[in-house]
Structure formats: structure tokens, C-alpha cells
């Protein structure tokens, strides 16, 4: 089982970036999928996840009305749209997936199972 988080990078605050993760090994339809983020000297943050039946949670008012979680089955990939960035979005984000976790436990990166490499995004202010 492999997941490959990509689309990171250097923006400018306001600017906008996708974030793509894709899986081998495993069927992400069958699967909880999250991003997490973390910052340097900081917990694991949720961002935002899809629950094994296929509906969404987002993380706290940080995120919402600027990142939106998309997946597309076919290509076995999630995304994470970023609109208007802040400096304090700047984290490693990871994708994560578990066959098991119900909903209430999707923000809890300790129930994960599978864990992409990180993709660095930072925002200059």
C-alpha cells in the first residue's frame, strides 16, 4: 500500500494550490481518507476527511470556506483545493486512510493506518 501526496509548494498569501494524493494498494471508495497538517512545533491538525460511507467532515473554522476535499474514484486520488492561503496554513499536509475508523474517529490522526509522505506548503505573507 502506497500513498503519494504531491502539489505542494511556495505561494503568496491569497494565492490557491491542489493538493493530490494518490493511492496504490488500495481503493480509497472503501476507504476513510483525511488530510492532516502539521506545522513545525505543533500537533497533527485535521483538515479534512471523507468517512468509509462516502460523506465529509471539514476541520475548525481555520479551514472553512477556503479548502474543499474532492476524490476522484477512477484515478483512486483525493484532493485538497486551498483557496486563500494564509501564512498560517504553512504546514507539511499528509493524506491519511484506514479501512476501519467510523466517522466520529476520522479528526483522530492516531487511527490511521496508512500515511502519505507529506507535501510541504508554505505561504509568504
Known amino acids: 500500500v502506497q500513498l503519494q501526496a504531491s502539489g505542494g509548494g511556495l505561494v503568496q498569501a491569497g494565492g490557491s494550490l491542489r493538493l493530490s494524493c494518490a493511492a496504490s494498494g488500495l481503493t480509497f471508495s472503501r476507504y476513510a481518507v483525511a488530510w492532516f497538517r502539521q506545522a513545525p512545533g505543533k500537533e497533527r491538525e485535521y483538515v479534512a476527511g471523507?468517512?468509509?460511507?462516502?460523506?465529509?467532515?471539514y476541520s475548525a473554522d481555520s479551514v472553512k470556506g477556503r479548502f474543499t476535499i474532492s476524490r476522484d474514484n477512477a484515478k483512486n486520488t483525493v484532493y485538497l483545493q486551498m483557496n486563500n492561503l494564509k501564512p498560517e496554513d504553512t504546514a507539511v499536509y499528509y493524506c491519511?486512510?484506514?479501512?476501519?475508523?467510523?466517522?466520529?474517529?476520522?479528526?483522530?490522526?492516531?487511527?490511521?493506518?496508512?500515511w502519505g509522505q507529506g507535501t510541504q506548503v508554505t505561504v509568504s505573507s
Open positions: 491519511a486512510a484506514d479501512a476501519s475508523i467510523i466517522t466520529s474517529q476520522l479528526r483522530n490522526y492516531v487511527q490511521y493506518d496508512y
Open positions: 471523507y468517512s468509509r460511507t462516502g460523506g465529509y467532515t
